[in-house]
């Protein structure tokens, strides 16, 4: 789904509701230690943007109807763009995402990373907020979460970099250190936190969600802990999704496939032309269509949903036999399938999702549960499409997080 469509399903629905060392005198024998350096500080820079008043948010839920969701709204917000550093392919770069804090708590608060959906256009990038269309995650602010929503590589002040989509590291490292930026902040600014972390997505959003979490389950040098996490209908099995692609069913967002393997060529160097992939006029029109200023309907429209008209008949003969093992490979390492995760986890999808299948949440279940996932719950929205079920998704989501929250 893309971030244009889940701005307004997300509004409506949210708002439907020390570094130590150690030394030694000269005259001692010293000994071996290991020496831990004081981790770097990956804040740039925070711009405030503007205030929310809770009365306004909470005026806008009523109006939809969604009473009993609006009083959840507690605060007045600050709305942020922050930049700060990570990593693109071993090299420090500045990337940028859009920041959310609530006003006059009394309490910590905890954090919660907020993920979108795929976007094609610059535009969208949340970091690039306007007052008269909010990002839609603003409502978590409102409601006492210390809200960081990452605009990813690609996007924002990175936006000179081709986004690395669906690649698992990129996608955890910008959330990861995007959180340590925001921690920087709240301490730097005596804003208290109570050390929960939260980690919610959808679509795009829901595999960087479950990325971000590897990220952190695995390497406990970043010093984080993940509270509870909830990702829908994001393409964790893309060796699932190859194969449906190569069985030459027609496919209805070809503007997904065209990004995919352009990012990959361009994240991986291999630097490969187009026209390897695709046939013409599809290999010229994709370089045209994917520049950052497009939406995904009019690239779609662009673009042959049979795959046997889009891609390079070699190319396809290949995929559907022993060639293109780098891609293969590729796709087998940014797959989600082999994580286990260990704090509480929630996967949604709609049975009638036709953008990201729906057995491609219940393939990675599957795999999870069977590798021992302790705390692993998927919850499944019979008839749902890709953007109908995000509504579902947040009204199960919302009080299962705040049933952490309130303990």
């Known amino acids: 789904m893309t971030i244009n469509a889940l701005k307004t399903i997300f509004f409506s629905v949210l708002l439907a509701f020390t570094s130590w060392f150690s030394s030694c005198k000269e005259s001692e024998v ?13 804040l740039v820079s925070v711009e405030k943007l503007t205030i929310i ?10 109006t939809n109807g969604r009473s009993e969701l609006a009083a959840l709204i507690k ?58 269309s909010l990002t839609g995650f603003e409502p978590f602010g409102a409601a006492g979460y210390l809200t960081l929503v990452p605009d990813f590589i690609g996007y924002g002040v990175s936006r000179q970099i081709l986004h690395p989509y669906y690649d698992l590291k990129h996608s955890g490292t910008a ?23 939260f980690l919610a997505g959808y679509s795009e959003g829901g595999y960087v969600t479950l990325a971000a979490q590897k ?10 802990t993940v509270t509870a996490s909830g990702a829908g209908a994001g393409g964790y099995d893309l060796e699932g999704m190859l194969s449906r692609v190569i069985g030459g069913q027609p496919y209805e967002y070809p503007a997904n496939l065209a990004f995919i393997l352009q990012a990959y060529n361009t994240t991986y160097g291999w630097n490969r032309p187009l026209t390897d992939f695709f046939q ?17 309907s009019s690239i779609n429209s662009a673009l042959a949903k049979d795959p046997a008209k889009l891609f390079n008949p070699a ?26 995760p260990k ?9 009638a999702d036709i953008m990201v299948p729906y057995d491609n949440t219940v393939s990675t279940y599957n795999a999870m549960k069977a590798a021992g996932a302790p705390d692993l719950k998927f919850i499944s929205i019979p008839g749902g499409g890709h953007g109908s079920s995000l509504e579902p998704m947040i009204r199960d989501l919302i009080p299962w997080i705040e049933g952490f929250r309130n303990q």
Not at 105 to 122: E, K, V
């Open 343 to 351: 704090s509480p986890t929630r996967l949604y999808h709609g049975t």
């Open 215 to 224: 990220e952190i389950e695995e390497n406990p040098d970043h010093g984080l």
């Open 280 to 296: 013409e006029p599809y290999a010229t029109r994709i370089q045209e269509l994917i520049d950052g200023t497009r939406t995904s």
């Open 75 to 132: 605060y007045d917000v600050d709305v942020y763009r922050m930049v700060y550093l990570t990593q693109y392919n071993g090299q420090e770069i500045q990337a940028s995402g859009l920041m959310v804090v609530p006003l006059n708590m009394s309490a910590p608060g905890p954090i919660l990373s907020a993920h979108h959906g795929t976007t094609f256009d610059q535009k969208y990038a949340p970091s690039n907020f306007q007052i008269n």
């Open 175 to 197: 959330v990861v250190d995007m959180i340590k930026a925001g921690k920087s902040f709240f301490s730097k600014n005596n804003i208290k936190t109570t050390g929960q972390l």
């Open 315 to 340: 190319f396809l003969t290949a995929l559907r036999g022993n060639g293109e093992q780098a891609l293969k490979e590729a796709l087998k390492r940014n797959s989600l399938k082999n994580f286990v």
């Open 53 to 62: 008043p809770a009365a306004g948010l909470q005026e806008i839920a009523n």
């Open 30 to 42: 010293l000994e071996e230690k290991q020496i831990q350096a004081p981790e770097k500080d990956l």
